[in-house]
């Protein structure tokens, strides 16, 4: 009669398993709460301490830590000393593991808890025994995902599990112990001196994508355990996403969830905003965003902060669309989406500030920095120019500093009634990037004349405030921080621009 050990802590669909293993002829042995569950269940089992002869002890911190259990997995059952050797010790072969372990990840992602239950909830038994088991998977069958239960069981029914199967399971099991061990050390990696020495990743393949970048390179969407992430993407219709429409989407939605008081649209084309706007509605945000630049918007990726609605998606079909992400549709919505039966609508949440890290690959090595939460209180910004903002100058400004946060350095913003006018992305040089937000607000039909600028780092010489100034921009709203911070300023006072500082760069590589 074949042997099958079964301890798990998620036990979805544990007892059919196990019923349907004892049909098929198996002894079934377990532990402590699965066992108690298996008898609930109606399923005949004996409890691992009838095979070690031993009890549980330590709180249950020792159960399966026993020759007659390691011996029972590791034996193999080609070499005839292995064979020999159990038989010596009275140890009968283990020939199917089915074990998942404690919740440490779900325990820890709790809030406040506490050290010591952490500490309790690092399996050392489960680990253990999957090794072994995997070890030596060509002797025995070891299952770490409940997902795989029926298909086990579909393989026994027919005869046997091949070696190609016993592998893939094998290899599941050591990709799963070592996220697990990653992270256990992440907790356990002080964090307050700064950098943690080592990082751990852990990834699953959530999406393969038909290609990357270029269609002759290959691609697939990893996510990891962040909450209010990219693992939360929900698609809801359209074709499948590609890996450009993915890099778009996160950052319109990032974009878009920099307001949080307000509907906001952003329209990304190339990562990067070509409109931006808050409104009162999500419609009326949408029509101000694609009034900075509807030539561009064509074939981009929007993003609301809001549920999109039947009369946002009647504007939305208007125009030729690769993705509409947001926290929500409404039903109706979707109904009119489905009319462009290409145009892929994504729910993802809205992305919120917090604690991390941002990583970026390069060759042979990553890049890691604190993750990058724009500050928008304006407590410390300062007004060092002769003449001050007003209100409606004010109320531009933050939105504007707020919106030059997304785009692509070196980065200049024109805008004007909480929208963007002009968006100059990407320069080499400040004033390059001026005098394409200007140029691209004029090619639109938007009059620069009373405007406000944003520029995500300060203006190294007075000639982006000259360009300014000649489209008659009156405010501005930068970093500072300059070595020619006086000359800059003196630029602005000379041409009568109000121009606010605020102490902080903003960014984005």
């Known amino acids: 009669m074949p042997r099958a050990l079964i301890s798990v802590s998620d036990k979805r669909g544990i007892v059919s398993f196990a019923q349907g293993l004892v049909d098929l002829g198996w002894e079934i042995i377990s532990t402590g709460g699965t066992y108690a569950a298996l008898r609930q269940g109606g399923v005949p089992a004996s409890a691992v301490e009838s095979v070690t002869g031993f009890p549980e002890i330590l709180d249950g911190r020792v159960k399966t830590l026993h020759p007659a259990v390691h011996g029972g997995l590791l034996a193999r059952r080609d070499l005839p000393e292995h064979m020999a050797s159990i038989a010596e010790h009275r140890i009968t072969p283990i020939d199917l593991l089915a074990v998942n372990l404690y919740p440490f990840r779900e325990t820890v992602a709790k809030p406040h808890v506490s050290f010591e239950d952490a500490i309790e909830n690092i399996d050392i038994g489960g680990p253990s025994m999957l090794r072994s088991a995997a070890k030596n998977h060509e002797s025995v069958i070891v299952v770490v995902d409940p997902t795989d239960y029926g298909p086990v069981l579909d393989m026994l029914r027919r005869g046997t599990v091949d070696a190609a199967c016993r592998r893939s399971f094998a290899a599941k099991v050591f990709s799963h112990t070592a996220d697990y061990d990653g992270a256990i050390a992440r907790y356990l990696t002080p964090h307050e001196d700064g950098l943690p020495g080592r990082i751990q990743f852990s990834f699953e393949r959530l999406l393969e994508l038909r290609y990357g970048e270029n269609p002759s390179q290959r691609a697939g969407l990893y996510v990891?355990?962040?909450?209010?992430?990219?693992?939360?993407?929900?698609q809801r219709q359209g074709k499948e996403l590609s890996f450009n429409n993915i890099l778009d989407l996160d950052a319109a939605m990032w974009t878009a969830s920099l307001w949080s008081n307000c509907p906001a649209c952003a329209i990304i084309k190339h990562n990067t905003p070509c409109g931006l706007a808050v409104a009162g509605s999500a419609l009326e945000a949408w029509r101000k965003a694609l009034a900075c630049d509807p030539q561009s918007a064509f074939g981009g990726v929007v993003a609301f902060n809001t549920v999109v609605d039947r009369k946002t998606a009647e504007g939305l079909v208007e125009l030729f669309l690769e993705v509409v992400v947001a926290p929500s549709f409404h039903d109706e919505a979707l109904?009119?989406?489905?009319?462009?039966?290409?145009?892929?609508a994504v729910e993802l949440p809205v992305f919120r500030g917090g604690a991390g890290f941002d990583f970026k690959r390069?060759?042979?090595?990553?890049?890691?920095?604190?993750?990058?939460?724009?500050?928008?209180?304006?407590?410390?910004?300062?007004?060092?120019?002769?003449?001050?903002?007003?209100?409606?100058?004010?109320?531009?400004?933050?939105?504007?500093?707020?919106?030059?946060?997304?785009?692509?350095?070196?980065?200049?913003l024109l805008a004007r009634e909480e929208m963007t006018i002009g968006i100059g992305a990407g320069q080499m040089s400040r004033v390059d990037s001026s005098f394409l937000a200007v140029h691209k607000a004029r090619q639109q039909g938007h009059d620069p004349r009373g405007s406000v600028l944003a520029s995500d780092a300060f203006f190294p010489f007075a000639d982006g405030v000259e360009e300014a100034a000649a489209a008659g921009i009156t405010a501005i709203i930068q970093p500072g921080g300059s070595v020619r911070d006086a000359e800059v300023i003196a630029a602005a006072d000379k041409h009568h621009i109000a121009m606010v500082i605020t102490g902080k760069r903003q960014f984005r590589h």
């Open 224 to 234: 990891d355990e962040e909450p209010r992430g990219l693992r939360d993407l929900k």
């Open 335 to 344: 109904t009119v989406l489905a009319t462009k039966k290409n145009l892929r």
């Open 362 to 412: 390069v060759r042979g090595g990553l890049l890691v920095q604190d993750r990058f939460v724009p500050d928008m209180s304006d407590a410390e910004w300062t007004v060092p120019t002769i003449r001050k903002p007003t209100d409606a100058e004010w109320s531009d400004l933050r939105f504007a500093w707020a919106a030059v946060a997304s785009v692509k350095s070196n980065a200049v």
